[in-house]
């Protein structure tokens, strides 16, 4: 049985993985990405080098929007955008260092809105701009390629 828990008011479901390799990490992305119907924001939390860019490849691939090869981390443009039919805008907040303010001029807002799924790493730092996400998953780096990955659905009921 998954552990629900209430939080703020929503429910949570909460399920935790271990990937030993990369491409352990990429495959368990494209199973998650199968399961993000848009709208969705998923914020990816976790310190730097714990695999959330190589997690994210794999959820754009499993959305269809692009294949693993073609995703890189937004690092110095902030944002890509991936797939035609299944947009999924890819954000990368780790250079926003000037909270709120900073963060107000990316137009998540805008993203959000969209019927999109939206990609957030070091979605720790959005919590200045109270935008709820459905999805939020924490990367612990373990030593070595073992990363431990725990993927918490908020919502009413605890799924999408």
Not at 63 to 90: I, M, Q, W
Request: glycine residues 12%.
């Amino acid at each position: 049985m998954t552990p629900r828990i209430a939080l703020n008011g929503r429910l949570s479901t909460v399920k935790c993985f271990s990937t030993r390799s990369p491409e352990e990490t990429v495959a368990l992305g494209r199973e998650l990405g199968r399961e993000f119907g848009p709208p969705c924001l998923v914020l990816l939390e976790g310190e730097l080098g714990s695999g959330k860019t190589t997690l994210v490849k794999g959820i754009v691939a499993g959305l269809g929007a692009a294949p693993e090869e073609e995703v890189h981390s937004p690092s110095f443009t902030l944002v890509h955008e991936y797939g035609r039919d299944r947009k999924v805008y890819h954000v990368d907040l780790y250079r926003i260092e000037g909270g709120a303010r900073e963060l107000e001029t990316l137009g998540l807002e805008d993203l959000v809105e969209q019927n999109a799924t939206v990609l957030i790493e070091w979605g720790e730092k959005l919590d200045a701009l109270g935008l709820a996400p459905q999805v939020r998953i924490r990367l612990e780096h373990l030593g070595g390629d073992h990363r431990r990955i725990t993927v918490e659905r908020l919502g009413k009921d605890g799924r999408q």
